[in-house]
């Protein structure tokens, strides 16, 4: 079975501070996505992660990808309140990799 | 560029009724997703589609669901006889070969 687990699955941080984000996935894959969703809105993609040891950058987040270990970190420096969002990632399987997501983690960041 | 677009955003129906839904992908965009999210997942993959051709179906999937993409554009998603069970959110996602994907802004269905 395909499984992707994330976790925390909420977290609540103050501004300024860092934290990290884990994502497990349980079947070889390289592609790993990140994406961001509103309350009540549709899902933006933030990163797509091709090979082992990618790093990518956009703003305050860093995603990065370590397939031996099947895991994949976002990583939020200096959180800002507009960073509040619920944050997906998904593992890539099959010939077409068909994204099979993970349940999401819940960001709230407080002033 | 007008983004990826669905229809209609909520429909409300009775037990055992049909709905059908469309997408709109972006225009050059050959590849075509849909999903179904409910609260507190993430989404989960119902079949994909390269150009008109349907190359994968969710095993999850009822034989309730089915869907089409008649001339590799738009796309329409129909469930029979709906069921209480089938109330979430109906996302539609399309790209490019290895480009990003784009989600629409969803069909929002309730069941009564």
Redesign the interface.
């Known amino acids: 079975e395909l499984k992707?687990e994330q976790n925390p699955l909420f977290l609540s941080m103050q501004e300024g501070k860092n934290y990290t984000i884990y994502c497990n996935y349980s079947t070889t894959s390289d592609r790993l996505?990140w994406y961001r969703q509103d309350p009540g809105?549709?899902?933006?993609?933030l990163f797509?992660l091709l090979s082992n040891g990618a790093v990518k950058q956009e703003g305050r987040l860093m995603a990065s990808l370590d397939t031996k270990a099947r895991l994949s970190t976002l990583h939020i420096t200096a959180a800002v309140h507009d960073l509040s969002a619920t944050y997906?990632c998904?593992f890539g399987s099959?010939g077409?990799y068909?994204?099979?997501?993970?349940?999401?983690t819940s960001l709230i960041v407080h002033p | 560029d007008t983004g990826v677009s669905q229809d209609p955003r909520h429909k409300i129906t009775k037990r055992g009724q049909n709905v059908t839904f469309r997408c709109d992908p972006i225009s050059e965009h050959n590849r075509l997703?849909w999903y179904r999210q409910t609260l507190?997942?993430?989404?989960?993959?119902l079949t994909?589609f390269?150009n008109e051709a349907q190359?994968?179906k969710s095993r999850l999937l009822s034989d309730r669901f089915s869907a089409e993409r008649p001339k590799g554009s738009f796309s329409t998603l129909e469930i029979q006889r709906t069921e209480q069970g089938d109330s979430a959110m109906y996302?539609c996602?399309s790209r490019r070969p290895w480009g990003?994907?784009?989600?629409?802004?969803?069909t929002r269905l309730t069941v009564l």
């Open positions: 992707v996505y809105k549709s899902l933006e993609s797509v997906f998904a099959g077409s068909i994204p099979t997501f993970g349940r999401g | 997703y507190g997942q993430g989404p989960e993959f994909y390269q190359l994968e996302l996602a990003t994907q784009y989600f629409g802004p969803g």
